[in-house]
């Protein structure tokens, strides 16, 4: 027996206190887009909701809101070890799970024109911290500690381990 999904895009608020801890304020929205998908679908889903920013010494990242933005963001995490966090959240009725996974990547030194070359692309308008690690970004990646699929935004093996808890057996 297969699953059915359907792919919703949630209407969220995406604004939280930048106190919060950056673990805190992925959970927050993460919850707060399980909600909104909850309501829109108007059934009882399963729905599950993520939500990605980056960290460097507690500084989040949110995705560029520009050219210039990207290249700062660039320049400031090459050569140094950041932390992605993702807020997972999987919601069914009223029963609601919400953690968190943290992985740590690390960027080798880049120079002004690969950064350029890269913001370029476009490729980093749309990521948390300005890059996918999953496309051209990846090339900048010198070390990884964690979940890799946690830095394209979903931790496939936490998602797995939170989904058997639902009855969900993914692998059978």
């Known amino acids: 027996m297969g699953l059915t999904y359907r792919v919703v895009v949630s209407d969220a608020d995406e604004a ?5 801890s950056p673990s805190d304020q992925v959970s927050l929205i993460s919850r707060r887009k399980a909600d909104a998908v909850a309501e829109q ?22 995705k560029p809101h520009s050219r210039d933005e990207a ?6 995490l090459q050569g140094k070890t950041h932390q992605v966090y993702t807020g997972l959240t ?24 690969e950064i ?5 692309s476009g490729e980093p308008m749309d990521k948390a911290g300005a890059y996918g690690i999953q496309g051209l970004g990846g090339m900048f990646v010198a070390g990884i500690h964690g979940d890799y699929f946690n830095v ?7 998602l797995g ?7 969900v057996e993914v692998m059978g």
């Open 16 to 20: 939280v206190d930048s106190a919060l």
């Open 90 to 113: 999987l919601q069914h009725g009223s029963r609601i799970v919400t953690e968190t996974e943290c992985t740590s990547v690390t960027f080798r030194p880049m120079t002004g024109n």
């Open 152 to 158: 394209m935004g979903l931790p496939i093996c936490r």
């Open 41 to 62: 679908v108007g059934v009882d889903p399963l729905v599950i909701a993520a939500d990605t920013i980056v960290s460097l010494d507690g500084q989040v990242m949110g």
């Open 161 to 167: 381990i939170v989904l058997k808890t639902f009855g």
């Open 71 to 76: 290249v700062q963001m660039l320049s400031t």
């Open 116 to 120: 350029a070359a890269y913001v370029a």
